[in-house]
């Protein structure tokens, strides 16, 4: 039997919709998702993303949106 070739996805796509939160969230979270091997973060913003939003959606490599949706000012409050 072969072994069937390791396959990677290298793009990661999420779908993000948020007034924020936690400000220390968006460098964790993009820190353990390179960890796991993607090589580009994709972030469609389909209506709002805010204060975490935003800076998460900075972090990434490709913001893409619908030509209604907003992000907000980062609230480091």
Do not use: Q
């Not at 990677?8 to 007034?19: G, H, M, N, P, W």
């Not at 390179?34 to 209506?47: E, M, T, V, Y």
């Not at 907003?70 to 480091?76: E, K, Q």
Request: net charge neutral; with cysteine; glycine share 10%.
């Amino acid at each position: 039997m072969d072994k069937v070739p390791e396959r990677r996805c290298e793009d990661l796509y999420i779908i993000l919709s948020t007034l924020g939160n936690d400000i220390h969230f968006p460098e964790f979270f993009i820190g353990k998702v390179r960890g796991l091997g993607f090589r580009r973060i994709n972030i469609i913003i389909p209506s709002i993303a805010m204060s975490a939003g935003t800076l998460l959606a900075m972090l990434s490599d490709r913001i893409m949106g619908f030509s209604f949706a907003s992000i907000g000012p980062v609230d480091l409050s």
